[in-house]
T-cell receptor
Framework: NAGVTQTPKFRVLKTGQSMTLLCAQDMNHEYMYWYRQDPGMGLRLIHY???????AKGEVPDGYNVSRLKKQNFLLGLESAAPSQTSVYFCASTKNDYRDTGELFFGEGSRLTVL | GQNIDQPTEMTATEGAIVQINCTYQTSGFNGLFWYQQHAGEAPTFLSY??LDGLEEKGRFSSFLSRSKGYSYLLLKELQMKDSASYLC??????????WGAGTKLIIKP
């Protein structure tokens, strides 16, 4: 069982470059999320999706875009990378609204460095 | 503003017991979660508390007091593999998860 898979695992970008992070889940989950994790801070929600074709902004959406064209995939795009976007990015998913159990299934993370 | 406080780092001895505290100030409350995260890995779900009291799950227990805005995670019979960061998260009135910065637990032989 693959669970939640993120690609790439590591990436180095120059300021101004663009890139896309891919998240794929094979659990038929409806809800998907993109978080960033920075030292000394809690996970912060960037964008999320409650189903195929839907997206919504989280706590820190600026500089990022997302798409959910297929139920199993959730893409995170950086339009013009900035050093402040250096972080570890985690994708997560849940079958239903996590209000019921609180259990999020996370991918292994993507470490992005912007020079 | 909303705030989750946890100690930054704790050290404990293999075989001992450790309690990791979490205090929170949020706009409303719809549950508190604990996750474990080993270095360089993804967070994994440990527990969910929505009512006051103690929830036991093997060597791990989680306690909640809503009136005090307080929770703790209790780890018994510590093993070296328990060395990890422990993340506390609270679901607020809008069902948004507010995450603490995590507590790094170091286990010594």
């Amino acid at each position: 069982n693959a669970g939640v898979t993120q690609t790439p695992k590591f990436r180095v970008l120059k300021t101004g470059q663009s890139m896309t992070l891919l998240c794929a889940q094979d659990m038929n989950h409806e809800y998907m999320y993109w978080y960033r994790q920075d030292p000394g801070m809690g996970l912060r929600l960037i964008h999320y999706s409650v189903g195929e074709g839907t997206t919504a902004k989280g706590e820190v959406p600026d500089g990022y875009n997302v798409s959910r064209l297929k139920k199993q995939n959730f893409l995170l795009g950086l339009e013009s990378a900035a050093p402040s976007q250096t972080s570890v990015y985690f994708c997560a998913s849940t079958k239903n609204d996590y209000r019921d159990t609180g259990e999020l299934f996370f991918g292994e993370g993507s470490r992005l460095t912007v020079l | 503003g909303q705030n989750i406080d946890q100690p930054t780092e704790m050290t404990a001895t293999e075989g001992a017991i450790v309690q990791i505290n979490c205090t929170y100030q949020t706009s409303g409350f719809n549950g508190l979660f604990w996750y474990q995260q080993h270095a360089g890995e993804a967070p994994t779900f440990l527990s969910y508390n929505v009512l006051d009291g103690l929830e036991e799950k093997g060597r791990f227990s989680s306690f909640l007091s809503r009136s005090k805005g307080y929770s703790y995670l209790l780890l018994k019979e510590l093993q070296m593999k328990d060395s990890a960061s422990y993340l506390c998260a609270v679901m607020d009135s809008n069902y948004q998860l507010i995450w603490g910065a995590g507590t790094k637990l170091i286990i010594k032989p």
